[in-house]
T-cell receptor, first 116, second 111 residues
Framework: SAVISQKPSRDICQRGTSLTIQCQVD?????MFWYRQQPGQSLTLIAT?????????ESGFVIDKFPISRPNLTFSTLTVSNMSPEDSSIYLC?????????????FGPGTRLTVL | SQQGEEDPQALSIQEGENATMNCSYK?????LQWYRQNSGRGLVHLIL?????REKHSGRLRVTLDTSKKSSSLLITASRAADTASYFC???????????FGTGTQLKVEL
């Protein structure tokens, strides 16, 4: 199974600032996914990040607010821009395990963001 | 919304009892995955069941899938206090595709 790390694990930010979250995987993967989990809620997909192409965003999420980079097959970043208290959430990245042909998705430990 | 529903929303049981959580979804799927989340941390993958499978076991976990009813259940046998967590089902539509998560069940196992 893939081992995924995220930085930072948590942060407290001021309104109007931006935060970049990093996601590192211990193996090369084609697709990486970014999810948001608002307090007390389930997970919602923000975007899919492929190496070498622009990220694909889900309805309700836009690139200006959540720019994503995918410079190589083991790394991705998600930036939360111009933050407001409504952006307070846990942000998680995930990858699909294709080596075993299982379609299993593994998740990073998450980044807990609080916006004041 | 394509989000699935889970019930119950919350479940409280005594250690040693069995816990059953149900998940319903709306679209056709290739697989369904169950995850555990402890105290707002990352998700731990528990089990994946494919659309052509009806039942799967892993340790104390038993998952069933009924594609005709678009539903799945997760049974945890002989529960322990350490099983206290939120449990989510997530449906996938095949390789490289995004997951759609259910609303989750909060399980509390008391000593």
């Amino acid at each position: 199974s893939a081992v995924i790390s995220q930085k930072p694990s948590r942060d407290i930010c001021q309104r109007g600032t931006s935060l970049t979250i990093q996601c590192q995987v211990d193996s090369q993967v084609t697709m990486m996914f970014w999810y948001r989990q608002q307090p007390g809620q389930s997970l919602t997909l923000i975007a899919t990040a492929n190496q070498g192409s622009e990220a694909t965003y889900e309805s309700g999420f836009v690139i200006d607010k959540f720019p994503i980079s995918r410079p190589n097959l083991t790394f991705s970043t998600l930036t939360v821009s111009n933050m407001s208290p409504e952006d307070s959430s846990i942000y998680l990245c995930s990858v699909e395990d294709v080596t075993g042909g299982t379609d299993t998705q593994y998740f990073g430990p998450g980044t807990r963001l609080t916006v004041l | 919304s394509q989000q699935g529903e889970e019930d119950p929303q919350a479940l409280s049981i005594q250690e040693g009892e069995n816990a059953t959580m149900n998940c319903s979804y709306k679209t056709s799927i290739n697989n369904l995955q169950w995850y555990r989340q402890n105290s707002g941390r990352g998700l731990v993958h528990l089990i994946l069941i494919r659309s052509n499978e009806r039942e799967k076991h892993s340790g104390r976990l038993r998952v069933t899938l009924d594609t005709s009813k678009k539903s799945s259940s997760l049974l945890i046998t002989a529960s322990r206090a350490a099983d206290t967590a939120s449990y989510f089902c997530a449906t996938g539509r095949g390789g490289g595709n995004k997951l759609t998560f259910g609303t989750g069940t909060q399980l509390k196992v008391e000593l």
